[in-house]
């Protein structure tokens, strides 16, 4: 049997297998929009008792939301839409997220201060955590010193 | 262009089950007045717009339109290199069912499925299975910050996770990129979250080059409670710089030549361990502790990363100040930092005051110390409308004490079409200055 052949027999199987599983699958969505208006940095454990306590978002959720998003990303949805997360998320960004909320000091933004400076010595110590905001987008104005 | 057709085709086709029912419209607009100077002194002025709003029926079995970009215009002289740009951010539908979670969405929009966060012009699907399982699956051309064309460039891949609600999930994902029709990236990833205890979670993923055949880089978190008032994060991570950057180190284009290092050993192979402790002290205050530990295995060097915060944030205050050091192996590649801001609500007035300043070991053109000051004040007219104005003094080595202002609009619009108007944002709407849904 060809190798071409091969593949489509088993995409095709696979396919029929998530069509039955999915014909199957009747658990309820999850709600569009979080039942209860919530002010402010949420505190899931105000109310939530099982695994949600963990996502508190205490002052220390900047740091920690990736792993979340990563995992959660449908439980985010219920409060964020899009344009939260492209905020700091894009592809082409001029302004600093920083200096888009002056008036949030609260909120933690990267790259506050004199950055241009300072990420010279943290692109050299830890490049990898540059890189998914902006190795392959987000770069344009890397390449004007880096080329 | 090409960008706007995407979204007038995509409006279009939005609009068409919407003629014979209500539409919900939310929405808000950003108006940015940046006044500044470049380091050679030029003084710039640009006007930002950036517009994002959501359009349809949402809710279980709807379908939405969502639309975010932005628009620049120099005032006063050319700024980076053009008088206008802008980007489309995100312009997609989206189709939801009530059951499985299952979604399908097309256009432009960003893909977080595992070893993936891309942004494409595509399709992304998912929905759950039977058995805790869920699959996800996704394809189109990359949007990404490309030094050549985008013709014959393309991606997809996707991810099948099985997990018990509340438990664990396990997920593996693929993903497969073109540039220029020739293979740019084939990774493939591992992802999980385990919640053991109640009060412990581990989560992270492993990331694989499945076309050198090695691991890029392995990031997990650990988070121990009880979560409401303490809680210990745990951090580490291991990565193979050769692997991690190959894509744009091994492409026809060299698509990203900062991450081409010419500084750093491209074999290098870091371990970042660390972590933080966070407590909070009768409800408003939050003490924070953190750690990093970075150990450079070809450089047979480590660097250290570590200080604390304390933050209060009451009703109508807050304020909030920090410390930190880098320690790197040597004098250029350390420095302290320390931040103070407060922050005052008056009836619809606010204030906000905040200090940055960093102190570099080694002089950079002969500046040790660079400070950025920021006062800004808001008012808040209505729900809808704010205004806030900030005045930055900045002293840097690039920059030797200069002030930049910027003016900050908000207007955030909410409507049900073919129905009557509402007069105050959803509960899913932004707030005004407050944080964004």
């Given amino acids: 049997m060809s190798g071409t052949a091969k593949t489509l027999i088993l995409g095709s199987m696979a396919m029929m297998i998530a069509v039955i599983l999915f014909a199957c699958a009747t658990t309820q969505s999850l709600p569009a929009k979080h039942p209860m208006e919530v002010q402010g940095m949420p505190v899931c454990s105000n109310c939530h008792t099982d695994w949600r306590t963990a996502m508190d978002h205490r002052e220390d959720w900047a740091s920690r939301h990736q792993f979340s998003a990563a995992q959660q990303k449908r439980t985010c949805e219920i409060c964020h839409t899009q344009a939260f997360c492209a905020d700091c998320h894009a592809n082409k960004e001029e302004l600093k997220p920083s200096d888009k909320y002056k008036d949030a000091p609260q909120r933690t933004m990267p790259h506050r201060g004199d950055y241009l400076n300072q990420h010279k010595i943290d692109g050299k110590l830890d490049p990898a955590s540059c890189f998914p905001c902006h190795g392959y987008k987000n770069n344009e104005r890397c390449r004007t010193c880096h080329r | ?437």
């Fill in chain 2, 1 to 437: 262009m090409r960008a706007l057709r995407i979204a007038a085709s995509l409006s279009l086709l939005v609009s068409l089950p919407f003629t014979v029912s209500a539409l919900d419209l939310s929405g808000q607009s950003r108006t940015y007045l940046q006044s500044g100077q470049s380091t050679d002194g030029t003084r710039y002025l640009p006007l930002y717009e950036y517009l994002s709003f959501t359009a349809g029926k949402t809710g279980s079995d709807a379908v939405s339109f969502h639309f975010g970009g932005w628009y620049r215009y120099d005032l006063q002289n050319e700024q980076f290199g053009s008088t206008s740009t802008g980007d489309l951010q995100y312009a997609y539908v989206t189709l939801k069912k009530s059951t499985g979670n299952s979604a399908l969405s097309f256009g432009r929009l960003w893909v977080n499925e595992g070893i993936a966060s891309a942004q494409l012009d595509g399709a992304y699907a998912r929905t759950d299975l039977k058995g805790g399982f869920t699959i996800a699956a996704y394809g189109g051309s990359p949007v990404e910050t490309d030094g050549d064309t985008r013709s014959g460039d393309s991606v997809y891949g996707g991810r099948v996770s099985q997990g018990l609600p509340g438990i664990y999930t396990i997920g593996m994902s693929y993903l497969q990129e073109k540039n220029d029709g020739k293979d740019f990236r084939k990774e493939e990833g591992l992802d999980l979250w385990v919640r053991p205890l109640s009060k412990l979670e581990i989560m992270g993923t492993s990331s694989y080059n499945a076309e050198s055949k090695n691991w890029m880089q392995h990031q997990y978190h650990a988070a121990v409670g009880p979560f409401a008032w303490f809680r210990l994060n745990l951090n580490a991570s291991k990565t193979w710089y050769k692997e991690y950057f190959s894509a744009v180190n091994t492409t026809q284009s060299m698509l990203m030549s900062a991450f081409s290092f010419t500084n750093i050993d491209p074999n290098e192979i870091v371990t970042m361990a660390g972590g933080s402790i966070a407590i909070t002290i009768g409800g408003p205050v939050t003490v924070i502790a953190d750690y990093r530990n970075y150990d450079y295995q070809v450089m047979n060097d480590s660097a250290t990363y570590g200080g604390g915060s304390v933050v209060y944030a009451g009703a109508g205050f807050s304020a909030g100040a920090a410390l930190h050091r880098m320690n790197g192996p040597t004098d250029d590649l350390r420095y302290d930092d320390q931040r103070v801001y407060v922050f005052k609500k008056i009836a619809k007035a606010d204030i906000t005051l905040d200090f940055v300043h960093v102190s570099y070991e080694q002089p950079v053109n002969d500046v040790s110390d660079a400070y950025t000051g920021t006062a800004a004040a808001g008012y808040t007219f209505s729900p809808k409308a704010r205004i806030v104005a900030d005045v930055e003094y900045v002293s840097n080595p690039d920059v030797i004490r200069e002030v930049r202002g910027m003016l900050n609009f908000v207007y955030n619009f909410d409507a049900k079409l073919g129905g009557a108007a509402k007069t105050a944002p959803s509960a899913g709407a932004a707030k005004p200055g407050g944080k964004k849904p």
